[in-house]
């Protein structure tokens, strides 16, 4: 797969740099055109409709091809709709599909121009990638707008098959009949916002780097809230039962206060996670982290590779729109393929590298911390009611300061402390992130050679791609709990 075939802009309008939901139009048509003028018009009404509807930038999605796919990409350019376009070949070989000079001559221009120009992966011959391009571009398609005449598939590739194919996949299309050029919709149109909950509550932003800054603020913002919730709902009930035995030891209170009193510290800290939850913060949490970790790496990421298929999509296909709409912003930023490997290696796989030892290690220190005391805690608890019973069995005389503070207030609150070590343990993840961190770290760098020794884009790629995935697939977890 060869991509980056087109000239990209090196400069780009204002609003093209305000991060937006990028709605992507596929269109697919016959190579036989009758009327051009009219057809043009028909698809400018088409994708003004489709721009009017939209809350977004709208990009249309095609091949190039001589006829009905070449007026589309004009049409975009004309309404101000920025184009990607699939290619079944190299332009060498594509050019033979070209009958007309002057018809060739407008394709290269359009190619030139897109935003993206890519060749369909699989490096097939017709009519096997014709039928890989309409793949590619449903498989991207947001949308789907067609030039057809309503007779059966003729062969692989054809826009009949593809017309299918989209009712198939359920994606909402468009058909302008190529003979009368009414339009009408393929089955009912979906609710253009049913797929954009990876959009909602995002923070104004003007650029996928801005965007990724503030989402990963609000993250780090939330996530200490979120747990401490948690954490002191655990540490509120085992200082209930602490504070009722010392009240009781100290004969403050007797012990039908000090159960009312430990009962009313229980109700407090039942009630922190109910708060915790009426305030959605471990929700707005997971959101903001997995929206920010999508970003990092689509921004580490997104180059030598297709901005239509960023690292790790598959895992993540209910953010695809997200993705791809990073991934497109960010093509006006693309260097040469060893320039992007080389700043991959340094920002992304040494700074993880260097993340993961750091977090590791602080997360075995205060693993090695809790666990000390609850050995401390569990040990003296064997040790003091060992000592007491061993001393009513042997009725040895007991001060009343040993009867109460040794054998009855400091076996009651070791478990305890014991239990709240183990669950602190627990809450924070300290084991889980201590293991898992230096797995990552000795992962990465068994990893890290594959791709400093890519001597070419495609390999790079490959290798960047696996990357990615070993990185992000901890956050495919998270993916269910999330409201849409």
Request: charge should be positive; hydrophobic fraction near 50%.
């Amino acid at each position: 797969m060869r991509s980056g075939l087109s000239a990209f802009p090196t400069l780009m309008t204002s609003d093209s740099q305000i991060f937006r939901r990028c709605r992507l139009i596929g269109f697919a048509g016959h190579r036989s055109v009758p009327d051009r003028a009219a057809l043009k018009a028909v698809l400018r009404r088409e994708m003004d409709g489709f721009v009017a509807g939209f809350n977004g930038e709208v990009i249309g999605v095609s091949s190039a091809a001589a006829g009905a796919d070449l007026l589309f990409l004009e049409v975009c350019a004309e309404a101000g709709i920025r184009s990607v376009v699939i290619l079944p070949f190299d332009r060498k070989r594509f050019q033979d599909d070209f009958d007309d000079p002057e018809e060739w001559r407008r394709a290269c221009g359009r190619m030139d121009a897109a935003l993206w120009c890519e060749i369909a992966e699989g490096n097939e011959e017709p009519p096997a990638a014709y039928h890989v391009v309409a793949r590619q571009v449903l498989e991207v398609a947001d949308r789907m707008l067609f030039v057809w005449d309503g007779q059966p598939a003729r062969g692989l590739g054809g826009t009949a098959e593809t017309v299918l194919e989209a009712a198939e996949w359920k994606i909402p299309s468009r058909i302008i009949n190529a003979a009368t050029l009414e339009a009408r919709w393929q089955g009912n149109e979906a609710d253009v916002s049913s797929d954009d909950h990876a959009f909602k509550d995002l923070p104004v932003a003007g650029s996928a780097e801005e965007l990724f800054a503030k989402l990963d603020q609000r993250a780090m913002s939330r996530a200490p809230r979120f747990r401490w919730f948690a954490a002191g709902s655990m540490s509120v009930n085992h200082l209930a039962t602490i504070l009722q035995a010392m009240l009781i030891a100290l004969i403050l209170v007797g012990k039908e206060l000090g159960a009312l009193i430990k009962f009313v510290m229980a109700l407090v800290a039942a009630a922190l996670p109910w708060l915790g939850s009426r305030l959605r913060l471990q929700e707005g949490w997971v959101n903001d982290r997995l929206r920010a970790e999508l970003l990092r790496s689509v921004i580490a990421s997104h180059q030598p590779g297709s901005p239509l298929r960023p690292p790790a999509i598959e895992l993540f296909e209910k953010d695809s729109a997200f993705l791809r709409s990073a991934a497109l912003q960010l093509v006006g930023q693309r260097v040469g393929w060893d320039m992007a490997r080389d700043a991959y290696l340094k920002e992304r796989v040494d700074g993880q590298i260097g993340y993961f030892k750091s977090k590791g290690a602080v997360a075995k220190k205060r693993m090695k911390v809790f666990g000390k005391l609850f050995w401390i805690a569990s040990i003296g608890t064997l040790l003091f009611t060992g000592a007491a019973v061993l001393m009513k069995a042997m009725e040895a005389p007991v001060s009343d300061g040993w009867s109460r503070w040794g054998m009855e207030f400091v076996p009651s609150v070791l478990p305890g402390i014991a239990a709240w070590s183990l669950a602190i343990v627990s809450i924070f993840e300290f084991k889980r992130r201590a293991n898992l961190y230096e797995q990552l770290v000795e992962t990465l760098q068994q990893l890290r050679p594959k791709l400093s020794e890519a001597k070419c884009a495609s390999a790079a790629s490959a290798a960047i791609r696996q990357i990615e995935r070993l990185l992000l697939n901890e956050l495919w977890e998270w993916q269910g709990p999330r409201r849409k």
